[in-house]
């Protein structure tokens, strides 16, 4: 009952945002959250040969009318001149070329081959020529950053409740009829929290992705409660379980401290902010943990698990309270994605130019080199894609690589002069080393370092 009444409650608001904020002209603010957050198994499922017609895309219709009835300025195409586009705007031309290119080999072959060349068109060319036409200023960038944050910390919260008590209320949104990856699985005793974002890797790279808009509302505010929602953001990733994000989430704030930061003075103020969240952090582990032998043991084992990454060699399953189950699968850690990279060798043998077709992963047809501890190694097929470059090398070959390697090469020269955008471009890369792409998110790194598209451009 409570599962129907959430779905209801939510899907009303819903309405009534999208109705308010359209009216408002304030669409922007609530549509890229949505982007970003809303799962696609939340909407409505036609035909197994479609797309899911998911809330979050029937939000791209309604924003792209939007963006023509608000528009700031016109796109004539009969004006452009090629000899003066400049030179990064044909990488990124090429990105959207070679992508296609790559899944049209194969649209007649698959049909998860059309449903993604459908997302390149639909979600993400469509998606930057509407932000152009809108051309949002600094200011509006801000609110949509602030409504990211937002959204991302009421999620954290969340994901943490979900993980602690098994309880996980997004389930309620699932009104579709087809099998949808929706990872619940648990580690060390808890459930790995995932929120909308149906994996608890997807989850933490969400955190690791949102941390570097937490950093910069904090340095244009300087306001406290961020330093909250920082500490939010590293106890909800050390709730999705993924290692890697945790690891991530200490790279990042050190290349923050290093790299982005200049002053010497803001550099003290930022080192002092950590030690009052890694204090605040601290203070709430030992307490929880003091009263709670299941969250002791989750807190200390997700410590020596990191630890084991480094080559220490703890028992994750030492200490583990009764019927907790241990840590659970992939001991091996690092390990299993380093191995992933052997599924680039056995594409290549196959087709290197085209791949095997987007979703490849799904039916079984990529294969990984596994070294079992009985010394027989083999060939063994794999569902699972958890590194970027694997998936789009194993899908779409060398087509789509060229394609995916164009658009970074843009990023890195419309960023070239701010170091906070080459410090995007260097977390979003980093995520990629823990799960597959993440779209919504690197659309929304390529909308904030797009000088030509946002009027009063550096963030």
């Avoid at 300025?73 to 001149?81: C, G, K, P, S």
């Avoid at 993604?116 to 801000?142: C, H, M, N, R």
């Avoid at 991530?248 to 009052?276: A, D, E, G, H, Q």
């Avoid at 843009?410 to 955008?421: D, K, P």
């Amino acid at each position: 009952m409570f599962r129907i009444t959430f779905l209801w409650v939510f899907t009303l608001v819903l309405i009534i945002a999208n109705v308010y904020c359209f009216k408002k002209k304030k669409y922007l603010y609530l549509f890229i959250p949505c982007m970003l957050f809303l799962p696609d198994y939340y909407g409505l499922d036609f035909s197994e040969s479609l797309p899911i017609i998911s809330v979050s895309r029937i939000m791209f219709v309604i924003f792209y009318v939007y963006a023509i009835v608000n528009k700031k300025r016109d796109l004539h195409l009969r004006e452009i001149d090629l000899k003066r586009i400049p030179k990064e705007y044909m990488f990124l031309a090429g990105y959207f070329l070679f992508r296609i290119v790559s899944n049209l080999y194969y649209v007649t072959t698959y049909g998860q081959a059309v449903k993604t060349l459908l997302g390149i068109v639909f979600e993400q060319l469509f998606l930057l020529l509407a932000i152009y036409l809108l051309k949002p200023t600094k200011s509006e960038i801000d609110k949509v950053i602030k409504a990211i944050v937002a959204t991302a910390a009421v999620l954290f919260v969340v994901g943490i409740f979900e993980s602690v008590s098994g309880f996980r209320i997004f389930e309620s949104l699932i009104t579709v009829s087809r099998e949808i990856l929706d990872l619940n699985v648990m580690r060390l005793g808890l459930v790995r929290a995932t929120t909308t974002m149906n994996m608890p890797g997807f989850f933490g790279n969400m955190c690791v992705l949102v941390l570097p808009l937490i950093f910069y509302l904090y340095e244009e505010t300087k306001c406290s409660l961020y330093l909250l929602v920082s500490a939010l953001d590293v106890l909800a990733t050390i709730h999705s379980g993924a290692r890697s994000d945790m690891l991530f989430i200490l790279v990042i704030t050190v290349v923050y401290l290093l790299f982005v930061i200049k002053s010497s003075r803001r550099r003290l103020v930022f080192c002092r902010n950590m030690l009052i969240v890694t204090g605040v952090l601290l203070i709430y582990i030992i307490g929880v943990s003091a009263v709670s032998d299941d969250l002791r043991y989750y807190y200390v084992s997700n410590g020596k698990a990191v630890l084991n990454e480094f080559g220490f060699s703890f028992d994750l399953n030492e200490g583990a309270p009764e019927g907790s189950g241990g840590y659970g699968g992939n001991l091996n850690g690092s390990v299993s994605r380093t191995r992933q990279f052997t599924g680039m060798y056995y594409v290549a043998t196959i087709n290197p130019i085209f791949g095997l077709g987007s979703g490849a992963q799904i039916r079984g047809e990529v294969q990984y080199y596994w070294h079992f501890p009985t010394g027989k190694d083999a060939w063994v097929v794999s569902h699972t894609y958890d590194l970027g470059i694997v998936q789009i090398f194993c899908d779409e070959g060398l087509i789509g690589l060229v394609g995916i390697c164009f658009l970074f090469i843009y990023l890195i020269i419309e960023a070239r002069n701010n170091h906070f955008y080459l410090f995007l471009i260097f977390c979003y890369l980093l995520s990629t080393l823990n799960t597959a792409n993440m779209i919504p998110f690197l659309m929304l790194y390529v909308m904030l370092i797009s000088k030509k598209m946002i009027c009063e451009a550096n963030i």
